[in-house]
Antibody, heavy 115, light 111 residues
Framework: QVQLQESGPGLVKPSETLSLSCSVS????????WTWIRQSPGKGLEWIGY???????KYIPSLKSRVSMSVDTSRNQFSLKLSSVTSADTAVYYC?????????WGQGTLVTVSS | QSVLTQPPSASGTPGQRVTISCSGS????????VYWYQQFPGTAPKLLIY???QRPSGVPDRFSGSKSGTSASLAISGLRSEDEADYYC????????????FGGGTKLTVL
């Protein structure tokens, strides 16, 4: 199974942009739909979207205007940017390898939106 | 408000059989596969059932999934204390150009 590890700031100010990266090991970046899923504290799971190695993306409609994903095949990494964040974006963010189901998960990283 | 509807809680005693339901619509469960994930506190979810009723290697056969129409169920037989966790259903939804949707999760308590 592929291994994934999220990285990025754990604290983001309101109205700023949340930026996370996910490092992939044990598998090819040319496989899978590279996916981001988040979980607000004490709440359920929310699919944010995915990116394929070609750069093709699909995002959840409710976040589409604020989300951007990218992939760096040379570094075996993919990234998430979420702009204009509010406290509602406070969550544990997971990077996931999907084929098409959510096969391998990173450990998750808590991002808190607060001034 | 989750697109897929699950009961917020379920419980059973060791050895019992419990089922967790997941209700959707024709744009998700009714038209595609259902997946189930198990999550323990502080850890990432783990795939439990794929394509309605298939178990990944390593998942005990005490866990089984089924689907009928726009609803699905996860059954756990021979309940064990280590089954106490949160369970989520998921499916692809064809509406709004397509996206994955989850149930709100069911917290299973082993009494």
């Amino acid at each position: 199974q592929v291994q994934l590890q999220e990285s990025g700031p754990g604290l983001v100010k309101p109205s700023e942009t949340l930026s996370l990266s996910c490092s992939v090991s044990g598998g090819s970046i040319r496989s899978y739909h590279w996916t981001w899923i988040r979980q607000s504290p004490g709440k359920g799971l929310e699919w944010i979207g995915y990116i394929f190695y070609s750069g093709y993306t699909k995002y959840i409609p409710s976040l589409k205007s604020r989300v951007s994903m990218s992939v760096d095949t040379s570094r075996n990494q993919f990234s998430l940017k979420l702009s204009s964040v509010t406290s509602a974006d406070t969550a544990v963010y997971y990077c996931v390898a999907a084929d098409p189901w959510f096969d391998s998960w990173g450990q998750g990283t808590l991002v808190t939106v607060s001034s | 408000q989750s697109v897929l509807t699950q009961p917020p809680s379920a419980s059973g005693t060791p050895g019992q059989r419990v089922t967790i339901s997941c209700s959707g619509s024709s744009s998700n469960i009714g038209g595609t596969y259902v997946y189930w994930y198990q999550q323990f506190p502080g850890t990432a979810p783990k795939l439990l059932i794929y394509r309605n009723d298939q178990r990944p290697s390593g998942v005990p056969d005490r866990f089984s999934g089924s689907k009928s129409g726009t609803s699905a169920s996860l059954a756990i037989s021979g309940l064990r204390s280590e089954d106490e966790a949160d369970y989520y259903c998921a499916a692809w939804d064809d509406s709004l150009s397509g996206h994955w949707v989850f149930g709100g999760g069911t917290k299973l308590t082993v009494l």
